[in-house]
């Protein structure tokens, strides 16, 4: 804070996320994305009438997992709410969720930011609870018609809902956060937190803090923001939101506490925030115990076998790369956060090669960037790691230099043939000493004016010399032949 | 022989030894109800041709040696609260008049799997939220031993049609006594199984902690038959109970010697008609002769059964009955009765919604989609199911959960542990099941109090979980049933069935039928 | 969350005022008659009901359940979903697709 930003913005976020199933909550309809309207329900996630709702064990556990994974307390004793509003995309009236003793509590996840654009922020999780997704409602305004269209088949998803104290101090923060997030559920199989696709789903509360002159500290009123579709977006809406909140404040002066917690809309093209409708009065759900499902008891023993079953998250594995391999903070989260696939394919390299710097600088600047420009993953990449081991190896050992390494790369990338066959397709081979010598003798014969500059002093003269060794043989390496030149030019008399 | 005069355990033997066909058998019961049911009204929908045409079906494959259900070729009318998939459902309400569902409960797949025939679906309350069977859409039904009386509630038609032999069977459901009094109105046999017993996937649900399925029929013995197809566990309900189920028909034939029942002394305050308490002490007495021992037990909590249900239910009831909307299926309606403004008729315009929506703001309602549901629940709701989402609402609203509903969680489990300790000393809890025999029609409509204390003494069963059954006990000098009530521990239907059987073969009250359809006293 | 404080308000008798609002929550659409039979007749049954409060809970968990079974689940395995046709079979509209309401324009309906 300063006196160009002499408030603090203070952000919470509720984050709702699919739950990587294949069936829904409470009954057997497939959760699998783009399907056609209407055409994964039955009587359950329709809400017919005399329908009734059994709770999927493996969604349950996958929530189990992400809970400990953002560090939370299991509740031993969890029991299921009905939260009871009227809309078209909740057929039964009413959602399946928990409201007083959600399955879990009191977590944390930390979000660090290599590069240092902020201080490392832990954010406070409250809550993390089950509850049943909504239908989707489809309003195309430019047909013309007074209808809306009602497609159930997201009805009865699995969602996860995350609750974070107001912790963030930034909308960069809470991008970064979010990411962190993402990582962290798509590293555990508990989610794959696509917002395009909608398994993740983002709204944010944020206010601002004002220092008074006497000390006190005025809060302006928390304002909830919807219809954020990506994290970009994310930080988008909360730098405008907190603009707009302090020019308001600055006009009206207005503090928390005395007016409702109003809703606004993001709309992104338009870069600004809306007032949504004010409702005639706030929504009353009439929360009470589901009678259709009974409670759900989660033993240590339970909560242990979830541990277990649960994977390594990306803090646990920056570090352990960081150490086994010497790799520095930066190298270590480019490579984690590139997922769990990309690590396995780094560590194997690394192992083979015997070190990790150099296997992180290939990844990172070759593979990767290859990856990028095709659009592939790793998962896909035709060059697996005992090859590109190899590789490394051969460059290390001075085979050839490092940009003759990534022609190679290239063409074993392009037309997947093995390694020894592109080397010998493109006449690469072994370049003996004394052929080297041999060939140093010609090139200072050919040259008496870098060699005279030499001897004068200027040994990167000899530089000169590189470009016509390759050109009499592409297969020498540049650095042995510098260095072979002026040991000769130093022998001379 | 007459298939009409044979109980339900005869006809599946005379059916099974090709004493009578399936097609005989489901005849000369769709011909009594045709007869019959204009003047009762226990029907709401018959298919003759479907039922016909399954025992047709049933018939050719006994003849062919092919195997058949335990029940092949029994009648069976099905209470329409329960989903059919090839009948309308419509719980006697205008908001599902028509209504079909595409799957069927699992009690109803169940009996179809055992082969029974459904000659069709009974009238009730509406949404089972009643006690006389007044409160349908489609008109009340009449109690067959005196039609201008009413058979009780909800499960009146399936305890009418029983009673006046259009049926041999009939599948009802009780929430606060819905089985248990209109048999003990009509005359006949109803149990209500322990909360879990019997699925309630396919139920239309009105109070669902207290919601259960069970056998309405002409004795202990029938429902016993009955209750070995419909009861156990379906993994679709997820309370659903596991245990095993026991051969029912089998464990009947037992001594009460030793059976202790309990006396409950308030049950016999002023209220109660003198008639039928006569009729209950005599039912303890034929138990005592029976072998049974009778000791006074307290339920200390009793009277505040019918105020706990009356708050449990309609809570529980506003939530169930908020799909009724006009959204997804049942009654819609968009317009002012009599007007028409249809949002969008055929591919509606913008212009016409924004028309719609200034119409509808004029009204007092906040959009179109509002006015839709508050317009489609007006009209598909009759009073008494408005009357309970009204209150049901109001008690589960901000800053009246805690004085109502959660108080009335509280006194739930003081009730249910009032019958698990009285359940120490007694095996079995016997009572009146209604406080006077069946009341006229139109008595008691006009005071929706009053007709809530006609559960008073069915309400306790629910709440608390367990089990109960009725059976007649006696009549009235004016020749009406009066019904007696057995309540069992958690799972004690073995005993509950057993100790109405043996009072069955002791007495005959059970056998006794209302004169012919249109000789009852109008 | 953040909904209104849940405990209890002392019983008091209904106005038509506090009728409107829960028929508004539970969406029924009462008439002027109707709204006025219904706050008399609610009136009496919640004072009825009332007498609830005679009653010491002081030291009584609520009953949610008369079960005491715990932990029903089924596994992540997919079932036989209905077809569209069936799925769409009771709706007031439909365009074959999808169920057709009106719509609540500009409206993004609740939480």
């Known amino acids: ?493 | 022989m007459q298939p009409l005069e044979l109980s339900a355990v005869d006809l599946v033997a005379a059916l099974r030894q090709g004493d009578v066909t399936a097609v005989q058998c489901a005849t000369a019961f769709l011909d009594r109800i045709e007869a019959t049911n204009p003047a009762i009204n226990a029907f709401l929908h018959v298919d003759r041709e479907a039922a016909l045409s399954r025992a047709a079906d049933i018939d050719a494959r006994r003849r062919a040696g092919k195997p058949v259900g335990p029940l092949a070729g029994l009648p069976v009318a099905l209470k329409d609260v329960l989903c059919t998939a090839d009948m309308p459902t419509t719980c006697a309400s205008k908001m599902l008049a028509g209504y079909r569902p595409p799957y069927d409960a699992d009690v109803v797949a169940r009996l179809r799997r055992a082969d029974a025939v459904f000659v069709g679906k009974t009238n009730m309350d509406e949404f089972a939220m009643g006690g006389s069977n007044e409160n349908s859409a489609f008109g009340p039904v009449h109690n067959p031993w005196d039609h201008s009386r009413a058979p009780g509630g909800s499960s009146g038609g399936s305890a009418a049609c029983v009673a006046a032999d259009m049926a041999p069977v009939a599948i009802g459901s009780d929430t606060g006594g819905s089985i248990r009094q209109p048999a003990g109105l009509c005359g006949i046999t109803g149990l209500k199984p322990t909360y879990g017993r019997v699925s309630r996937r396919g139920l239309i649900a009105f109070a669902s902690s207290l919601d259960q399925i069970g056998p309405m029929a002409r004795s202990a013995a029938d429902c016993a038959l009955v209750m070995e197809t419909i009861a156990g566990h379906d993994p679709g309900d997820s309370t659903s109970l596991t245990t095993e189920v026991p051969r029912y028909t089998d464990l009947l034939d037992k001594p009460l010697t030793g059976v202790r029942i309990g006396r409950v002394p308030e049950h016999f305050a002023a209220g109660l008609d003198p008639e039928v308490a006569k009729g209950v002490e005599e039912a303890f007495a034929v138990l005592k002769a029976a072998g049974a021992t009778v000791h006074d037990v307290r339920l200390p909590h009793a009277k505040y059964g019918i105020p706990t249900y009356y708050l449990i239910a309609p809570c529980e009831a506003s939530s169930n009955l908020a799909r009724y909307d006009g959204a997804h299926y049942g009654h819609r309606e968009t317009a002012p009765a009599g007007g028409h403004r249809e949002t969008a008729p055929a591919g509606g315009h913008r212009e016409t919604a924004l028309a719609a929506r200034a119409a509808g703001a004029a009204a007092g309602f906040e959009s179109p989609l509002v006015e839709m549901y508050c317009r489609s629940r007006a009209e598909g709701f009759g009073p008494e199911v408005k009357r309970r989402i009204m209150l049901g609402t109001y008690a589960l609203s901000a800053g009246y959960y805690d004085a109502y509903y959660a108080k009335a969680l509280r006194v739930r489990r003081l009730i249910r542990q009032d019958y698990l300790d009285a359940f120490q000393t007694v095996d079995l809890i016997g009572g009146p099941v209604s406080a006077t025999p069946a009341f006229k029609l139109g008595e008691k409509t006009d005071d929706p109090l009053a007709m809530y204390l006609v559960d008073l003494y069915t309400v306790g069963t629910n709440l608390a979980g367990v089990g109960g059954i009725s059976f007649p006990c006696g009549f009235t000098k004016s020749g009406l049933p009066i019904g007696f009530q057995l309540q069992a521990p958690p799972l004690a239907e073995p005993l509950l069935l057993q100790a109405a059987d043996r009072f069955q073969r002791l007495t005959d009250w059970h056998r006794r039928r209302p004169k012919a359809a249109g000789e009852g006293r109008a | 969350m953040g909904t209104e404080s849940r405990t209890s308000a002392a019983a008091r008798p209904l106005s038509s005022a506090d009728v409107a609002k829960v028929a508004s929550l539970a969406r029924l659409a009462l008439g002027d008659a109707e709204l006025a039979r219904m706050t008399g007749e609610l009136s009496k049954i919640v004072g009825f009901v009332s007498m609830l409060g005679e009653v010491d809970t002081s030291a009584t968990a609520p009953l949610a359940h008369p079960l005491d079974t715990q932990n029903v689940f089924r596994d992540d395995v997919p079932a036989e979903s209905l077809t569209t046709a069936q799925a769409l079979q009771s709706a007031p509209r439909h365009d074959g697709e999808c169920f057709l309401v009106p719509a609540v324009l500009g409206d993004s309906g609740a939480a």
């Open chain 1, 1 to 493: 804070m300063s006196d160009a930003t002499p408030f603090v913005t203070v952000i919470g976020l509720e984050v709702h996320v699919q739950l990587l199933t294949r069936t829904k909550l409470f009954c057997g309809c497939s959760t699998k994305f783009g399907a056609a309207p209407n055409t994964q329900v039955c009587p359950t996630c329709l809400g017919l009438p005399g329908s009734l709702p059994v709770m999927n064990r493996r969604a349950f556990e996958l929530a189990v997992r992400a809970a400990l994974a953002l560090d939370c307390t299991i509740a031993p004793f969890t029991k299921w709410d009905r939260k009871n509003y009227f809309y078209p995309d909740l057929p039964k009236g009413y959602q399946i969720s928990q409201f007083d003793l959600p399955f879990s509590s009191d977590g944390h996840l930390e979000v660090v930011d290599p590069k240092g654009a902020f201080a490392p922020r832990n954010v406070g999780i409250i809550r993390v609870h089950l509850e049943e997704d909504a239908g989707k409602s489809m309003h195309d305004e430019a047909a013309g018609t007074g209808d809306s269209r009602i497609d159930l088949n997201r009805a009865g998803t699995p969602l996860c809902e995350i609750v974070t104290q107001p912790d963030l101090r930034s909308p960069q923060e809470a991008r970064a956060w979010l990411n962190e997030l993402k990582l962290l559920l798509v590293y555990l199989g508990v989610s794959d937190c696509n917002m395009q696709e909608g398994s993740l789903r983002v709204d944010a509360n944020v206010n601002l803090h004002i220092p008074q002159p006497d000390g006190r500290i005025a809060k302006t009123p928390i304002v909830e923001i919807k219809n954020m579709n990506s994290f970009r977006s994310v930080e988008r809406a909360l730098t405008y939101e907190a603009a707009r909140q302090w020019e308001e404040w600055r006009e009206t002066k207005a503090e928390m506490g005395k007016t409702p917690k109003q809703t606004r809309g993001w709309d992104d093209p338009a870069g600004v925030t809306r007032a949504q409708r004010h409702k005639e009065e706030s929504s009353d759900y009439r929360y009470f115990p589901e009678p259709d499902l009974v409670p759900v008891t989660v033993s240590e023993q339970d909560v242990a076998a979830a541990r277990a079953a649960m994977g390594t998250p990306p803090t646990e594995l920056r570090r352990d790369l960081e150490t086994t391999w010497k790799i520095s903070a930066y190298d270590a989260d480019v490579l984690v956060n590139q997922g769990r696939e990309l690590v396995d394919y780094f560590e194997e390299v690394a192992t083979k090669v015997g070190e990790g710097k150099v296997a992180s600088n290939w990844l990172q600047q070759d593979v990767l960037r290859i990856l990028k420009e095709t659009g592939g993953s790793i998962t896909d990449f035709r060059v697996r790691p005992a090859v590109l081991a190899d590789l490394i190896g051969r460059v290390t050992r001075g085979d050839f230099d490092t940009s003759r390494g990534r022609e190679i790369l290239a063409q074993m990338v392009a037309d997947g043939r093995p390694l020894d066959e592109v080397v010998a397709g493109m006449g690469i081979a072994a370049v003996s000493d004394d052929d080297v010598i041999s060939l140093c003798r010609e090139l200072l014969a050919d040259n008496p004016k870098i060699v005279a500059d030499v001897k004068g002093g200027k040994e990167q003269a000899a530089a000169g010399l590189i470009g016509q060794a390759k050109k009499k043989n592409p297969n020498v390496n540049p650095g042995k032949v510098r260095a072979i030149c002026l040991d000769l030019i130093r022998a001379m008399p």
